[in-house]
């Protein structure tokens, strides 16, 4: 099995009845650091990079002369500088969406010819300082970033290679799954604006090397049948293009969004499986259209953090509604996972010093923000639950922190990486000071 086929990190085991993530008692854990708590599996990480990278090996192996096969970890699923250290040292790269996350891997000392920049409205700032860096490359969007950057790149006297980023007419989220010659996306150049971007582009061929195309079909993906589709009309256009302007474009990137189980009715495909698939079908295609086996990059964030991450919380007040529904209330919530609130994400969860009591209570895990909405799991089975109890939501390393905010002023909670036996902090508590720190306080209102 695949680790984004697992609803528990990897290494969670349960010694006298207590859940332990890399050798490390969750209750020590929550004692040390306080709840909230995002708790992440390092063996998670990189066991799961490692099946990206064993899946795909045999690609490589078609031109040993070039690293065909590159991959590169979304950003924007959890961005955060120790865990860029330990993707990069699976050889992954990074795509990323903003000068932020640009600098939290500049300042990791990750490489950045590795970083690849995409975005649908890439600032002329950001754009200066993603050259000053000398990332890797540049996924171009829209006619007006084709502009800012052939400005810019004379300006700073820069040559950088890019990649095309096309809508190719296919969209796919979990089992809902849409293929027509046009969709309506903001991201990309749709397929009859392609000739006249690649004209543009190398109207500025001292400053703008175009390598390949790029697109990204979706995310929670578990129809493979989505990456086949798309393979077919990247390799088309990429031949069709390389026989229009006579070019030799042989990068393709194929996005992210292979899918992880959040519950266990969940049945994302196995990364083996769609690795095997892929090539099978990059190798008809290649042969199809006549073109030499292109360098692939793929894109998955989901599936690379969201299984190593697990939310501590501590169990405070409960209400039992009259012949209905009784709330658990947490000491976290929307703030620090606004998925469920957001898209109604379902998700598993545990009582960590109750992993073999009977699950004989039905309840809803609420949390403590100011909104009815802020309910992270509706009608879930577990143990007898005891306020001061410490309630765990698995698969929570993915779009949780990177998307959590400070709503009602409550301080975003750490993270520690958990491996070993071993705990290290990764990310700081946020203090009442951090909440504060950017306001100002103009002086004719002191005193
Ligand atoms: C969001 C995104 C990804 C990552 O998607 P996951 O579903 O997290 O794997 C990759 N590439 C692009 C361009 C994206 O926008």
Do not use: W
Not at 66 to 91: M, Q, T
Not at 188 to 214: C, P, R, S, T, W
Not at 334 to 339: C, E, G, L, S, Y
């Amino acid at each position: 099995m695949s680790t984004n086929q697992f609803t528990k990190p990897a290494t969670a085991k349960v010694e006298d009845n207590i859940l332990t993530i890399g050798g490390c008692k969750t209750t020590d854990l929550a004692k040390q650091y306080k709840t909230p708590l995002y708790v992440i599996d390092e063996e998670s990480i990189r066991s799961v990079c490692r099946e990206y990278q064993s899946a795909f090996k045999k690609y490589n192996n078609k031109n040993p002369n070039k690293k065909l096969f590159r991959p590169l970890y979304a950003s924007k699923a959890l961005c955060v500088g120790a865990l860029a250290k330990i993707i990069s040292s699976e050889g992954f790269g990074f795509d990323t969406v903003s000068m932020g996350e640009i600098y939290t891997l500049y300042k990791a000392g990750i490489d950045m010819k590795t970083v690849l920049f995409n975005g649908n409205n890439k600032t002329p700032e950001e754009l200066e300082l993603a050259l000053k860096a000398d990332i890797g490359r540049y996924s171009v969007d829209n006619f007006y970033e084709i502009e800012l950057l052939s400005e810019l790149t004379k300006k700073y006297n820069k040559k950088v290679d890019v990649l095309l980023r096309i809508t190719p007419g296919i969209e796919c989220h979990t089992h809902d799954y849409i293929k027509t010659g046009q969709i309506d996306s903001k991201f990309g150049f749709d397929l009859h604006q392609v000739d006249e971007a690649v004209e543009k582009i190398l109207k500025n061929y001292e400053y703008m090397h175009i390598k390949g195309i790029h697109a990204h079909i979706g995310s929670q993906i578990f129809e493979d049948k989505c990456y086949y589709d798309e393979i077919e009309i990247l390799v088309e256009e990429i031949s069709r293009i390389n026989k229009k302007f006579g070019l030799k474009l042989d990068e393709m990137n194929m996005g992210g969004g292979l899918g992880v189980k959040y519950v266990k009715t969940d049945k994302p495909p196995a990364i083996e499986e769609i690795g095997n698939g892929i090539i099978s079908k990059l190798e008809e295609c290649i042969e199809k259209y006549g073109i030499e086996p292109p360098v692939i990059y793929i894109e998955p964030g989901r599936s690379i953090i969201s299984t190593a991450g697990t939310t501590l919380y501590t169990i405070g007040s409960m209400k039992q509604v009259l012949n209905g529904t009784k709330y658990v209330s947490v000491d976290g919530g929307m703030a620090d996972n606004p998925r469920p609130s957001m898209y109604q994400a379902a998700y598993e969860a545990d009582i960590v010093t109750k992993m073999n009591d009977e699950k004989a209570e039905k309840v809803t895990i609420a949390g403590r923000f100011c909104e009815s909405g802020d309910i992270l799991i509706k009608d879930i089975m577990l143990p007898k639950i005891e306020s001061g109890d410490i309630l765990c939501v698995y698969n929570t390393g993915a779009y949780n922190y990177s998307m959590a905010s400070n709503y009602n002023s409550v301080e975003k909670p750490a993270m520690v990486l958990v491996n070993n036996s071993q705990s290290d902090m990764i990310i700081n508590r946020e203090t009442l000071d951090d909440l504060i720190s950017k306001q100002v306080i103009p002086d004719r209102l002191k005193g």
